[in-house]
């Protein structure tokens, strides 16, 4: 083997109904056999196998070293995810400077907030009802959530991903999140912020009650949706959202968009 390259199957919902796509993720190729076309072989083969069976698009959050070579191969610019901060307290405000252009830790660091994901998320029965309150039905892409999904995407016991809890069960709501080292500050990612029919306010207190146990400086989250819940936007420091057609070929806008940092963060 000289070369390897994955796509991660990955179902939106829109409009009520389910958009199959994909996400390229990793790729590797031998050093001995780097720079004879490998990777892009690869993905087009990958590409044919996928439009044959169906899948509608790929799309990613390529770093500025691997995005020429997909936007050669004809991947197009979607836009800039917005992403946004919200201090943790007021020792956390100077702390947002140290952070501003630092380079995320990939691990995480150890937190005592809420609970261990996996031990709320295990309630499959409150986290069906729950994700049956949220709201949908419109023309927005947003990741197809389910108990098997969350249980999942946050099951990964290295990330460490903690779940602060809105109540005494996954049905009230919670938040989902995970603490890493980002230049000299201690970054609180917001994965996912799930509350009883999607109610703003409890967001926000969900959001206040994890702000008030994490270990962090600050909290990170990404999609406009989160903007109303105390978070200051930080123009231009979002992840550049990427698509690919594959048998849907008109390329969505970034408003129609709604995704989490959960749905983008590399993992």
Not at 165 to 188: C, D, K, N, T
Request: charged content about 20%; some cysteine; overall charge positive.
């Amino acid at each position: 083997m000289v070369g390897f390259r994955a796509f991660l199957r990955w179902e939106l919902e829109r409009s009520g109904e389910v958009v199959r796509a994909v996400r390229a993720v990793d790729t590797a190729t031998d050093p001995s056999h780097q720079r004879q076309g490998i990777f892009s072989r690869l993905t087009r083969h990958a590409l044919a196998e996928l439009t044959a069976a169906g899948v509608a698009f790929v799309f990613n959050t390529p770093n500025d070293k691997s995005r020429p070579g997909y936007l050669k191969m004809g991947w197009r610019e979607v836009g800039r995810v917005p992403v946004g901060v919200r201090p943790s307290g007021l020792r956390g405000i100077p702390r947002l400077a140290a952070a501003r252009g630092g380079g995320g830790e990939r691990w995480s660091r150890p937190s005592t907030a809420g609970v261990a994901a996996p031990e709320l998320l295990a309630d499959t029965d409150g986290v069906a009802a729950l994700l049956a309150s949220q709201p949908g039905g419109d023309d927005a892409l947003r990741t197809r959530r389910s108990p098997a999904y969350l249980a999942w995407r946050y099951g990964f016991e290295p990330l460490a991903y903690r779940a602060v809890p809105a109540g005494e069960a996954a049905a009230e709501g919670f938040v989902i999140l995970r603490v890493r080292s980002r230049g000299g500050a201690a970054e609180a990612a917001v994965c996912e912020v799930l509350v009883p029919g999607g109610d703003a306010g409890a967001a926000r207190r969900v959001l206040a009650r994890a702000a008030g146990e994490v270990e962090a400086d600050y909290l990170s989250s990404a999609g406009s949706g989160r903007m109303a819940a105390g978070f200051v936007p930080v123009p231009g420091q979002g992840p550049l959202l990427v698509w690919r057609a594959l048998t849907e070929t008109d390329m969505p806008t970034l408003a129609s968009w709604s995704l989490s940092l959960g749905d983008l963060e590399l993992f």
